[in-house]
């Protein structure tokens, strides 16, 4: 079973992460976050959950207005070709959410460690971040320190690299 929300808080109150979240409309797209903007200050995630050819899952954390090129995305994350998307079936048994939920604190439910993480360096640029605690129904800020601290708490590396264009 996917960790719960109230799971993924506990989890970071026993690493002594502080966040904060806010309730709103469900959300499934960069588009409907957009109109939140100026109530929740920071950089806003887009997450891309792509797989290669091997079987290779990677999550993509950049910001929502982040342009990142499809076609040449495998050579800077490591792929072993060309990525998709991951099916929804693979979303929900690695990262326990679903389509339009997809986090970053997703990595909690990773316990196999199958999903790598790259994290955009503009998008860590920003002192708060922003993202789905699991669901698509709230939006909690994290710092940036606190968010690389989580990923490496649930046995990922943090992997900073410039992704967007």
Not at 30 to 36: G, N, P
Not at 42 to 51: E, I, R, S, V, Y
Not at 93 to 116: H, S
Request: proline share 4%; charged share 20%; aromatic share 6%.
């Amino acid at each position: 079973m996917p960790k719960t929300e109230a799971e993924l808080f506990a989890f970071l109150a026993d690493l002594g992460i502080s966040v904060s979240t806010v309730r709103h409309p469900p959300l499934y797209t960069v588009a409907d976050s957009q109109s939140l903007r100026g109530e929740i200050p920071g950089g806003h995630t887009k997450n891309l959950f792509l797989k290669d050819k091997k079987d290779n899952f990677f999550l993509v954390s950049v910001g929502e207005d982040a342009a990142v090129d499809l076609k040449q995305i495998h050579t800077i994350i490591g792929a072993a070709s060309r990525v998709s998307f991951g099916k929804p079936e693979m979303l929900m048994e690695l990262l326990g959410v679903i389509p339009g939920a997809v986090t970053v604190f997703g990595l909690i439910n990773d316990t196999q460690r199958r999903v790598k993480v790259v994290l955009d360096q503009d998008l860590m640029a920003h002192d708060v971040i922003n993202a789905h605690p699991l669901i698509n129904e709230a939006t909690t800020s994290i710092t940036s320190a606190d968010l690389i601290r989580f990923v490496e708490a649930t046995g990922h590396d943090a992997a900073i690299l410039k992704v967007s264009a």
